[in-house]
């Protein structure tokens, strides 16, 4: 019998650690199987992902520009990614329907709570209003915070989300320019501005003492929002990276029924970043 295939697919990525990751979670529970990583983009997306399904492979996480592709290929969505509308895993069911599902808020809110930054009862805000905000709305409300604040350059799209998410609590929604005396315990970078290694004009003193800051974007030296937490004071100002292997064992137990345990995967990609 053939070994079951996964893959990570996107544009670029040449420099993805998710096969690492993978291959990491593969020998630590005993599955045989391979993961690999594969430049696709937008234009060859269907005929890869056709291709790869009818040649033994079972899985595959999505990254930039193809999760909404893949929110569009699958058969079956789950709850949270419908909520998303955007797919960042596909999974092949038993049945040969494709499963898409969205693991990028369950990732987050798992290593905050590895972090003990805590979403209970605080107040957070959102920086930035695009897909990678749109997939982490629903898992951070569930924790119940004090206040959800979406701030975003462009206003009318933070509000849109505001909108759209309204049954899941109050959201409030601003543009940046209108962040000027409130405080914050847990500022979320959901920019793109790190990726160009730029960072949104924030105020002075928005982030409360004991205040938490965490970049959805890795980088291998800190990032501008990073660096920025250190400035002011943050209690504690980490990237992306636990987010990364926590979608990554979501995945990986989505696709093979066992979870596997993520500390010394952070630790290692934590210590080389
Ligand atoms: P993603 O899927 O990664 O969220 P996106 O949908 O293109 O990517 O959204 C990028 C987000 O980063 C947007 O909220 C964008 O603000 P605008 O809606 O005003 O364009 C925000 N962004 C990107 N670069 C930024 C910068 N330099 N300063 C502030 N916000 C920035």
New binding site residues.
């Given amino acids: 019998m053939s070994i079951d295939k996964y893959a990570v697919i996107g544009s670029p990525i040449s420099h993805s650690k998710s096969p690492v990751i993978h291959q990491h979670f593969a020998q630590i529970t005993g599955q045989e199987l391979t993961y690999a990583a594969y430049e696709v983009n937008a234009d060859n997306f269907h005929t890869f992902v056709t291709d790869f399904f009818a040649n033994n492979g079972k899985g595959f996480s999505c990254t930039?520009p193809l999760?909404i592709l893949a929110y569009e290929y699958a058969d079956i969505l789950t709850d949270r990614a419908r909520q998303a509308k955007a797919v960042n895993m596909l999974a092949a069911q038993a049945d040969g329907s494709i499963l898409g599902d969205n693991a990028d808020g369950h990732g987050l809110v798992t290593d905050l709570l590895n972090h003990k930054i805590k979403l209970h009862q605080q107040r957070v805000l959102i920086?930035?209003?695009?897909?990678?905000?749109?997939g982490i709305i629903s898992p951070i409300m569930q924790q119940q915070p004090a206040q959800l604040v979406i701030a975003?350059?462009?206003m009318a799209?933070a509000e849109l989300l505001a909108t759209e998410f309204q049954d899941l609590g109050l959201i409030i929604a601003c543009g940046?320019k209108e962040l000027n005396s409130q405080q914050f315990d847990v500022i979320i970078n959901?920019?793109?501005?790190s990726l160009?290694n730029?960072?949104?004009?924030l105020p002075a003193n928005i982030l409360a003492p004991q205040g938490c800051c965490y970049d959805l974007a890795y980088a291998n030296e800190a990032t501008p929002f990073v660096r920025w937490g250190l400035k002011n004071n943050a209690l504690i100002s980490i990237d992306g990276v636990g987010m990364l292997v926590e979608q990554a064992a979501e995945a990986f137990y989505v696709w093979r029924g066992i979870r596997p345990d993520t500390n010394a995967m952070i630790a290692l990609l934590a210590k080389s970043a």
Wanted: proline share 4%; charged share 20%.
């Fill in positions: 930039l999760k920086l930035g209003a695009g897909g990678a905000t749109r975003n350059r462009t799209k940046l959901a920019t793109s501005a160009s730029e960072l949104p004009v």
